[in-house]
T-cell receptor, first 115, second 110 residues
């Protein structure tokens, strides 16, 4: 149990376009999901906390107008990278919090390459 | 100084060896997680600890709250154990945010 999926797993886009990444909890409901970014050989960096039915909470230095987060249901959160630039190229990982276990379950990640 | 430090950063061992990865933290925590990240990037949660010791198969995790230190042990290591192992701490009750260590890259040679 406690499976989290992400879609797409890999995306290549042109500079200036927007990219949407989906994070789904497949077998449990999650009022809280997290979005992370990971650069090569570095650890995960929390970008924002996504709360179902309310606005996301962004970490310091993360532009909320650049990285739009929508947590419209208890099983789906989306991250949209708007007007993507090459410096946005990274590995984006989501996690969903299973409240009963106080544990985050991680998605498989989405590798974004902006040309 | 990072709030969560791991050692070693890289570890290469022969198949069958006993592996120890260490994690030290400088803040008060409510729980500590050990995560495994495979080369493709996917992350698996191995353990969540708030005290004592947990065992799952060949993996053992221990934590010493007073010393602010945790260890992850792998017995009878196997090439499929090759991955990055990440220590992450939860610093507040009711606050689910995690602070991550920089990871330990483990390579097991057949």
């Amino acid at each position: 149990g406690a499976v989290v999926s992400q879609h797409p797993s890999r995306v290549i886009c042109k500079s200036g376009t927007s990219v949407k990444i989906e994070c789904r909890s497949l077998d449990f409901q999650a009022t809280t999901m997290f979005w992370y970014r990971q650069f090569p050989k570095q650890s995960l960096m929390l970008m924002a906390t996504s709360n179902e039915g309310s606005k996301a909470t962004y970490e310091q230095g993360v532009e909320k107008d650049k990285f739009l987060i929508n947590h419209a249901s208890l099983t789906l959160s989306t991250l949209t990278v708007t007007s993507a630039h090459p410096e946005d190229s990274s590995f984006y990982i989501c996690s969903a919090l299973l409240d009963s276990q106080e544990t985050q379950y991680f998605g498989p990640g989405t590798r974004l390459l902006v040309l | 100084k990072n709030e969560v430090e791991q050692s070693p950063q890289n570890l290469t061992a022969q198949e069958g060896e006993f592996i120890t990865i260490n994690c030290s933290y400088s803040v008060g925590i409510s729980a500590l997680h050990w995560l495994q990240q495979h080369p493709g990037g996917g992350i698996v949660s191995l353990f969540m600890l708030s005290s004592g010791k947990k065992k799952h198969g060949r993996l053992i995790a221990t934590i010493n709250i007073q010393e602010k230190h945790s260890s992850l042990h792998i017995t009878a290591s196997h090439p499929r154990d090759s991955a990055v192992y990440i220590c992450a701490v939860k610093t507040g009750f009711g606050n689910e945010k995690l602070t991550f260590g920089t990871g330990t890259r483990l390579t097991i040679i057949p």
